[in-house]
């Protein structure tokens, strides 16, 4: 019993090893091999979007704000753009209130849809905006990379993992359509 054991422990490890080799030899995805585009906006509190992966390989998305209410907004005169995901690196001291890492996986070749619903879209109507996101090659490094960011005494932001793992793309601009 005790060798079973032994092994289970060694087959674990070797299977942390492996991941953690892979995820370093992982590459961000490039802007160009996953899309994200809206289509359709409307005053009544939602945007409508799909990301695309072109990509051979399976990409993944930092998915908590992706259904809404966005983590962000920020406003420029000529857009309005919804962040579904931190696009800067901000320290943060405890308690570190932040949102889990959620990732959703597409496929290669693959388009997934759904809509944000966002009440701050209401006061945009007639007005342009566009949906910023994140997607990585590897869960597991984003994952490890935010425990160890929560106990960095005050010098990271768990969502600080997120902007480090994660390739930023944003949509084309749609106008807010007035329902």
């Not at 092994?7 to 299977?15: E, K, Q």
């Not at 753009?81 to 959620?102: G, I």
């Not at 009440?119 to 425990?147: F, Q």
Request: glycine share 4%; net charge neutral.
């Amino acid at each position: 019993m005790k060798f079973v054991k032994q092994l289970i422990s060694l087959a674990v490890l070797l299977c942390q090893l492996g991941n953690s080799a892979l995820a370093q030899k992982m590459p961000k995805p490039r802007p160009d091999s996953v899309s994200v585009a809206l289509t359709s906006a409307s005053a009544k509190g939602t945007l409508h979007w799909a990301i695309t992966n072109h990509d051979e390989v399976a990409v993944f998305v930092y998915d908590f704000f992706l259904w809404g209410p966005a983590l962000s907004v920020d406003h420029s005169p000529e857009k309005t753009t919804f962040n579904t995901t931190p696009v800067v690196e901000q320290p943060s001291c405890p308690p570190n209130r932040v949102a889990p890492v959620l990732l959703l996986v597409v496929a290669p070749g693959r388009t997934i849809t759904g809509e944000l619903q966002d009440d701050r879209l209401e006061r945009l109507a007639g007005k342009a905006v566009s949906l910023r996101i994140a997607v990585g090659s590897d869960p597991y490094t984003v994952v490890d990379e935010a425990k160890q960011f929560f106990d960095s005494n005050c010098a990271h932001s768990p969502y600080d993992a997120i902007v480090r793992w994660g390739t930023i793309i944003e949509s084309k601009t749609v106008k807010v359509q007035v329902q």
